[in-house]
């Protein structure tokens, strides 16, 4: 079976920084877009940032000029950098990416991780 297995959360201070990681593994044929997703407690899961297969990126506003996301195609991989952390940046980080695999019809599904808590404290 597909799994994205997210690490990096945890607590932080505001101003710092952190780098999430999301691993891909299983049954895989192929990656398309892969990106990252937060959730904020009584809020709607939100796109923080993602990657195509061929390096493009695109970010929230909320999040431009202090994320950065990268991805590395042969370890089936993606990151998230993020600096100048705020209290309002607190949520639960979802990894996302859309990936081909031997399952069922081996059409093109979005796979979501369990997702890594970050907490950060002003």
């Known amino acids: 079976q597909v799994r994205l297995v997210e690490s990096g959360g945890g607590s932080m201070q505001s101003g710092g920084s952190l780098r999430l990681s999301c691993a891909a593994s299983?049954?895989?044929?192929?990656?398309?877009?892969m990106g990252w997703y937060r959730q904020a407690p009584g809020k709607q899961r939100e796109l923080v940032a993602d990657?195509?297969?061929?390096?493009?990126?695109q970010y929230a506003d909320s999040v431009k000029g202090r994320s950065a996301i990268s991805r590395d195609n042969a370890k089936n991989t993606v990151d998230l950098e993020m600096n100048s952390l705020k209290p309002e940046d607190t949520a639960v980080y979802y990894c996302?990416?859309?990936?081909?695999?031997?399952?069922?019809?081996?059409?093109?599904?979005?796979?979501w991780g369990q997702g890594t808590q970050v907490t950060v404290s002003s």
């Open positions: 996302n990416a859309d990936i081909r695999s031997n399952i069922g019809l081996r059409t093109w599904y979005y796979y």
């Open positions: 299983g049954s895989i044929l192929s990656i398309g877009t």
């Open positions: 990657i195509t297969s061929g390096g493009t990126t």
